[in-house]
């Protein structure tokens, strides 16, 4: 049996169009001309690019930045992709084979559990703590794994919470992976989104030996329209996943990887990561100021980083419901709990320019003052 993939299904059927868009969850993206201003590009290394296909693993050139931001690796280590995206259904394809099990912690962006369940693979997930700030039990971890678990997968900081796993969380989900010898898949693609610090969620790199992280250009350099990501691992993991890349996709584009190529390059990658921190931090007060004008109806797990916030809400009305009537009365779009597999919250990104968000949450106020008036 096929499983869509219910939260990009729900976003590529309603995003294109609407008006007041706060249901994707990286910051407000870049025009070209913004980043090739801010990176200091020339626009004639953009002009003279050949437009042939380009070194399919990635250009050396790009694979040496990406591997200097993960100690002990050198560009063998790297893989471009086609966003982390691409990253994902290579590791299902590569490391789960039909009949294995998966750990994944619940609520979780799908991605990979989807791509795996596709696979024949039984996922097994282990809840986060709602009434505890989305926090992971180690013991619940340890009593999910067993002898066919082939990978525990994580999203550190997490989508949709923005949660970022305590040490004690960490170190839960490194023993029982170790316990069994099985891979863990960070799925890193939050980390320079951080809320409450500058200091940078940690890696999972180097922690253990039988890691695979994957990252993109998508959320904290705020450049989801390169499409470029890329997975770190031990050298030969990278070669099995390569050889599926080629029949996945190939390459990514030739443009996005010049591209890339600068803004991973120092200052401009710091000066892109502070962008997004700014974007996230005032996107979040605005955030939380236009939800308390009623009382007790939301809460926030204020989220560690991303621009996303995981909102519960005590109406009396189903986050599916909700969502429609905010898309087709006010042209308003979040995404609704149930496609997370929680009710009662709806997940709203708020890393966007004031004027744009305000106006948005004034509409979603209407809507909830309406439902409260009929309840
Ligand atoms: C946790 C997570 N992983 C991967 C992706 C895919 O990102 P991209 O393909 O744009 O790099 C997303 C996008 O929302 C995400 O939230």
């Known amino acids: 049996m096929f499983h869509p993939f219910d939260v990009e299904q729900f976003l590529s059927e309603l995003e294109h169009g609407v008006k007041y868009n706060y249901s994707e969850s990286g910051v407000h ?61 290579l590791i299902a394809n590569t490391l789960l084979q039909p009949g294995d099990s998966m750990v994944a912690f619940r609520p979780i962006y799908e991605q990979l559990t989807g791509d795996a369940r596709n696979r024949g693979v039984d996922v097994r997930y282990v809840d986060m703590e709602a009434d505890n700030g989305w926090a992971i039990d180690p013991e619940a971890v340890m009593a999910a794994v067993g002898p066919t678990t082939k990978l525990i997968h994580v999203i550190n900081p997490n989508n949709p919470t923005g949660r970022v796993l305590s040490n004690r969380e960490r170190e839960g989900i490194i023993a029982a992976a170790a316990s069994v010898g099985a891979w863990i898949v960070a799925d890193e693609v939050y980390i320079g989104t951080e ?46 996943c390569w050889r599926r890349h080629e029949y996945a996709s190939v390459a990514t584009s030739t443009v996005s990887m010049k591209l890339a190529e600068a803004a991973l390059a120092e200052p401009a990658r710091t000066a892109l990561v502070e962008r997004a921190r700014r974007l996230i931090r005032t996107g979040f007060e605005t955030l939380t100021e236009a939800l308390a004008v009623h009382h007790n109806i939301f809460t926030v797990a204020p989220p ?45 990104s708020s890393a966007l320019p004031e004027a744009h968000l305000k106006e948005g949450l004034r509409r979603l106020n209407l809507v909830v003052e309406d439902v409260l008036k009929s309840a």
């Open 29 to 89: 993206p870049m025009t070209l001309r913004e980043l090739v201003d801010l990176v200091g590009l020339e626009p004639d290394v953009l002009w003279n690019t050949m437009l042939d296909y380009p070194q399919v693993n990635g250009s050396t050139f790009l694979r040496e930045k990406i591997s200097a931001m993960y100690p002990g690796t050198n560009a063998d280590n790297v893989l471009v992709t086609v966003g982390a995206t691409e990253a994902n259904t």
């Open 195 to 240: 809320r409450d610090t500058d200091e940078a969620t940690p890696s999972f790199w180097g922690a253990y030996d039988k890691v695979m992280v994957l990252n993109s250009t998508s959320k904290a350099y705020g450049l989801p329209g390169l499409r470029l990501g890329w997975l770190v691992g031990p050298a030969d993991a990278i070669t099995a």
């Open 304 to 348: 560690h980083a991303s621009a996303m916030s995981f909102v519960r809400f005590n109406l009396p009305i189903d986050s599916e419901t909700l969502a429609m009537r905010l898309v087709r009365e006010q042209d308003v779009l979040v995404i609704p709990g149930s496609r997370f597999h929680v009710e009662n919250h709806f997940r709203f």
